[in-house]
């Protein structure tokens, strides 16, 4: 059984480079009970607790300041697959890669999942990681029950019957309520997807934006600032046969030109910034129609190996038209020079507390900076586009918004807030990030 560990105080920093933290511990526990030791340890010494996975978020949500850091990466084992209920039992820092390689060798599989597998179960869940879907939400949305300590060392199982409330907070809870050790997750039979990516005009897009997102079960595009081109992604569940793509054809386009050359070209675009319209337009036009069919993980994911900062925001769906003509138009008028396309999909209305898509039918837009790159600007005024649209922030991606405006975004706000006094009146769980985003 794995023993709980303790290493020499170091600098922790995220998968970006853009957060960074010096904890004073670093804990690994191998099981909820000494995690439970290591968070009454941590309390008594008047320090606060925060784990953290991938590091794969951009806000500094997992950031343990000068307290203790937890690495769940001890607790990875797979507690239980319940066919006839389906259901699979997990713990907490399983990465999402394992997970989808154990469902598929056991002919399962996640609904719907995000287009990158590196984070562990607990922190996806705990940020609101999502993918695209008409009818499938975020992975959060897929939790049926999980386990948590609590800063008083308790440990609690959660459910619909079992402790409720504290399930319909922490299913997405920020980290601020205690910290996630095993999750259950609903499964279905494993299936095959067939995807279709197209090139198209940005225009049509949106002229055509109701049905894409009505007919396809899983659609999503991307838009290439400085052009008009984008890229459409639709992904439907198929009978088969799997008809993957070739092994060289899948290496040469989705790992050689979409990292190691995409690399290279923002490279140049960071330091020759007057090359990056002419890059975007070449870049555009590299995208073509092809179609494969492949086990759903593989075609919901892709490598992703260029380094880049990220803010999403989830708007009500019936305001992306608007918000990304908006968006176009502010590029077009600016001296902006943007290499990253603009990332958009969709989801529909959840009921989890602090999910972007709580109580609405969602569209999520994000935009991304090449790491080193200068933010001009672009950031600042995307968020003000889609604040005025009653966006919600992604947890784990920049943004500046504090408590007071987020109140007003989330109906059950107050009950999430209510729910963390409850359970960590000490805010043995916080940090800087969690006192702007949800108050003292």
Request: some cysteine; charged content about 25%.
């Amino acid at each position: 059984m794995p023993q709980a560990s303790t290493a020499p105080r170091t600098r922790w920093t995220n998968w970006a480079g853009n957060q960074s933290a010096h904890p004073f511990r670093v804990v690994t526990p191998g099981t909820a009970e000494e995690l439970a030791k290591e968070i009454l340890r941590a309390a008594d010494q008047g320090r606060t607790v925060k784990a953290v996975g991938s590091g794969h978020s951009f806000t500094a949500i997992a950031s343990a300041g000068d307290g203790v850091l937890v690495r769940p990466h001890a607790m990875t084992a797979v507690r239980a697959v319940d066919r006839e209920a389906g259901t699979v039992t997990v713990e907490a820092g399983l990465p999402l890669a394992r997970l989808n390689r154990l469902l598929t060798t056991a002919g399962l599989s996640l609904t719907n999942m995000g287009d990158i597998e590196v984070q562990t179960v607990a922190g996806a869940t705990s940020t609101g990681t999502h993918g695209t879907g008409r009818d499938s939400g975020s992975l959060a949305a897929q939790i049926r029950s999980l386990e948590i300590v609590l800063a008083d060392g308790g440990i609690r199982h959660c459910s619909p019957t079992e402790n409720p409330r504290l399930f319909q907070g922490a299913r997405l809870g920020l980290g601020a309520l205690g910290v996630i050790t095993a999750l259950t997750f609903a499964v279905e039979p494993a299936f095959l997807l067939t995807a279709h990516e197209q090139p198209m005009r940005f225009d049509e897009v949106l002229d055509r934006l109701d049905d894409l997102t009505a007919v396809n079960e899983h659609f999503e595009f991307y838009w290439f600032p400085h052009t008009d081109r984008c890229s459409t992604k639709r992904n439907n569940r198929s009978q088969g046969p799997a008809a993957p793509l070739p092994r060289f054809k899948e290496w040469l386009e989705d790992d050689f030109l979409s990292n190691t050359v995409w690399e290279g070209a923002c490279r140049i675009g960071r330091r020759f910034p007057a090359t990056v319209p002419t890059i975007a337009s070449l870049a555009s036009r590299a995208w073509s129609d092809r179609s494969y069919t492949d086990t759903a993980y593989k075609v919901y994911t892709s490598p992703r190996k260029v380094r880049f900062t990220e803010m999403e925001y989830a708007v009500p769906r019936e305001a992306v038209g608007e918000v990304l003509r908006e968006l176009k138009a502010m590029v077009e008028r600016s001296d902006w020079r943007i290499s990253f396309p603009v990332e958009v999909r969709f989801a529909p209305a959840d009921d989890l507390w602090l999910s972007t898509a709580n109580g609405r039918d969602s569209a999520y837009i994000a935009v991304h900076l090449y790491r080193g790159s200068a933010e001009q600007g672009y950031f600042t005024e995307v968020e003000k586009l889609m604040t005025a649209h009653g966006g919600r922030p992604h947890w784990g991606k920049l943004h500046t918004r504090d408590a007071g405006y987020l109140a007003g975004v989330y109906p059950h706000f107050a009950d999430f807030t209510a729910l963390r006094d409850e359970v960590d009146p000490q805010r043995v769980f916080g940090n800087d990030y969690l006192r702007r985003v949800l108050g003292a």
